[in-house]
């Protein structure tokens, strides 16, 4: 027992060597919290663009007087206000609902209905037009990629078979008369 507590203590005094081990642990810990944080802000920064772009459509199609845009009209003026988004136009799905304000519930389901670029197309699930003084819900549902899904950040989301994330932004409206 003697010899061990020697060696143990001729241990901790040698001051030889180098800091590999703890650089190779530390940089792989610091590595992954980096690139947690590098997901999470660019999955955020996707976030406000889709949120911003339904916004601007929204916006549009409320005081659109005479006008009545069709479902491919708006989703192309997301994708064009969404600037960061990769393959908007096919990554983009919209729905558009009228809603009772007196006594509220969505007709649209609770799911968002979502399509990535690797699907086969499919009719929109709904799409409706509102009337003047007509509370409008409106969602948009974005799939994307994570960048490094090995994260634990890209590790927790809900990815579908072909490895695509989902992001759904909401908005309301009166549709204003014309």
């Known amino acids: 027992m003697t010899r061990m507590s020697r060696f143990l203590a001729r241990f901790r005094k040698d001051e030889e060597g180098s800091a590999t081990v703890e650089f190779a642990v530390y940089f792989t810990v610091l590595f992954i919290i980096l690139a947690a944080t590098v997901e999470i802000a660019y999955m955020n920064l996707r976030h406000a663009m889709l949120e911003r772009s339904l916004d601007i459509a929204v916006r549009d199609i409320r005081l659109a007087t005479g006008h009545i845009p069709s479902y491919q ?18 990554n983009v799905r919209l729905e558009m609902v009228q809603a009772d304000p007196r006594n509220f519930s969505a007709d649209a389901p609770n799911t968002a209905d979502c399509i990535n670029a690797a699907n086969d197309p499919r009719p929109v699930r709904n799409f409706e037009h509102g009337m003047d003084n007509q509370l409008m819900l409106i969602r948009a549902c974005l799939k994307f990629k994570p960048m490094i899904p090995f994260t634990s950040l890209g590790a927790e989301l809900n990815v579908d078979a072909e490895g695509y994330a989902q992001l759904v932004a909401t908005s309301a409206f009166v549709q204003e008369p014309r």
């Open 73 to 90: 009209e708006v989703k192309a003026q997301v994708c064009e206000n969404a600037v960061v988004i990769d393959q908007c136009e096919s």
